[in-house]
């Protein structure tokens, strides 16, 4: 029988001689290192099949997977500052985005934090969406020429160049629609080595293929990234935006921010300021071709609500179905798919002891598709995030822990309400118009690498709706 995980959520004692989480079985002599690097997504939901927490073997130790929400919201909650991000995939992620938001720790992080705070105020937010509304608009064009010759479009790379141009335009006052190419291909070069890296961390130092085409997509975007920089650097004005924040900060003693310095915020908030939203509007505009049933209310309430007029924000509150469909296709496809930490103390989850220096996963894939939690958790039916549905199987409230597409906590994603409305504006402006459908025989893989991505990019061809 499972030890319980709700009186070790509540209590910081620890239970004398508690046991070790049961491992999970594996015949190869590597342990999971191979599923792990392969198959991530149906390792975790092996997982959970053995109960609130289970050891794996990988890269020659232990991790700990843990399933249970009061396990997760002690981890990023109640307990936080005992579980760090000194993990190997953190290790690997700082050789690509330095000591960003994402991966700094302590001082760093809470100053840095602190400056950039206020430029995900509501207030502010409200006014990104011209932005957001004028890039979308533009976008439809480009549709419009399909939708009249029946071209083929690349779903994921159409909402890369969408998300791009509005983080460049939002954050950093500047348009860089025109380098989303090569950003595309510089992520895609870094992010399809990262598994591999983080399982066997001296592929780092090998000239093999996936490390050569690492280290030429980090030189891309560091080139690009610094090239913001720069172009910011000979502006006289302040601007007031996220990277003019940071431009502006200063230390006790009266310093700024490094070019090196700010080259970790900016390719933070570049690439999880638009490939996580890109990614998650890929998804939802998949789920909603393959379930035609979920999408007719998405129809209906656009036309409703905008008729044949154009997007006002003012309409925005109006959009609940859309806010479902997004919440559930994030429930179904997270671009943050895992988790993970690193205990610092000795703490007890799901009633197992957790040794200092063990790191623990938590796989929103897993949870997010958990049968405890969720009526037929592999159907798409955004019904189920109706207000005031919320409900596990045996008619319980869904708890805390078990939906966190954004985590939670003090590091939950500072960009949350950013993402939420431009996913809402982007998804609500162009199926008013359009009706985009994949590819008949398209196979969409989902491809978990730093985020889950659609492998394949998702061919899809639009049509007029009216």
Request: glycine content about 8%; hydrophobic content about 40%.
């Amino acid at each position: 029988m499972t030890p319980s995980a709700t009186t070790a959520s509540t209590s910081t004692a620890l239970t004398p001689l508690a046991p070790l989480p049961p491992v999970l079985p594996s015949w190869n002599p590597l342990g999971h290192l191979f599923n792990f690097r392969d198959d991530p997504l149906a390792l975790f939901e092996r997982g959970r099949d053995m109960g609130d927490a289970v050891r794996m073997r990988v890269a020659g130790r232990y991790l700990t997977a843990v399933y249970h929400p009061d396990a997760i919201h002690r981890v990023l909650v109640e307990r936080q500052p005992n579980y760090v991000k000194q993990t190997r995939g953190y290790q690997q992620l700082r050789k690509l985005l330095g000591n960003g938001l994402l991966t700094a720790e302590g001082d760093l992080w809470k100053r840095n934090r602190r400056i950039a705070q206020p430029a995900f105020q509501h207030r502010r937010i409200a006014g990104f969406a011209e932005v957001m509304i004028r890039a979308t608009n533009d976008l439809a064009t480009q549709w419009e020429a399909a939708a009249r010759t029946g071209e083929t479009i690349d779903l994921a790379e159409s909402m890369n160049r969408l998300t791009l141009r509005i983080a460049g335009e939002t954050l950093f006052s500047l348009d860089i629609s025109g380098e989303s190419d090569s950003v595309g291909g510089a992520l895609s070069d870094m992010l399809g080595g990262f598994l591999p890296s983080v399982t066997n961390p001296l592929l780092a130092y090998l000239p093999v293929p996936s490390t050569l085409r690492y280290r030429r997509g980090k030189a891309t975007l560091d080139k690009v990234v610094h090239g913001i920089i720069a172009r910011r650097r000979q502006e006289p004005e302040n601007q007031d935006d996220l990277l003019g924040m940071f431009m502006a900060a200063r230390d006790e003693e009266g310093h700024g921010m490094s070019d090196e310095q700010l080259r970790d915020e900016v390719l933070t908030m570049l690439l999880a300021g638009h490939e996580t939203t890109a990614n998650a509007l890929a998804w939802t505009f998949a789920h909603l071709s393959q379930n035609p049933e979920a999408a007719a209310p998405l129809y209906e309430e656009v036309d409703r609500v905008f008729g044949n007029g154009t997007f006002t924000l003012e309409a925005y509150p109006q959009l609940t179905y859309a806010d479902q469909v997004i919440k559930e296709s994030m429930r179904l496809s997270p671009p943050a798919w895992v988790e993970s930490r690193m205990a610092v103390e000795d703490d007890e989850l799901c009633g197992y002891r957790i040794p200092a220096g063990s790191f623990v996963f938590m796989s929103q894939y897993a949870m997010h598709r958990h049968p405890k939690y969720w009526v037929n958790p592999t159907t798409f039916d955004p019904s189920r995030f109706a207000p005031g549905v919320h409900l596990c199987p045996d008619g319980a409230p869904r708890p805390k822990g078990v939906y966190f597409p954004f985590s939670d906590g003090q590091r939950k994603c500072i960009g949350e309400h950013f993402a939420n409305m431009e996913a809402r504006i982007v998804l609500t402006m162009l199926t008013r118009r359009f009706r985009a459908t994949v590819v008949p025989g398209t196979v969409l893989r989902q491809e978990p690498s730093v985020t889950l991505r659609p492998g394949g990019g998702g061919p899809v061809r639009v049509a007029r709706r009216n």
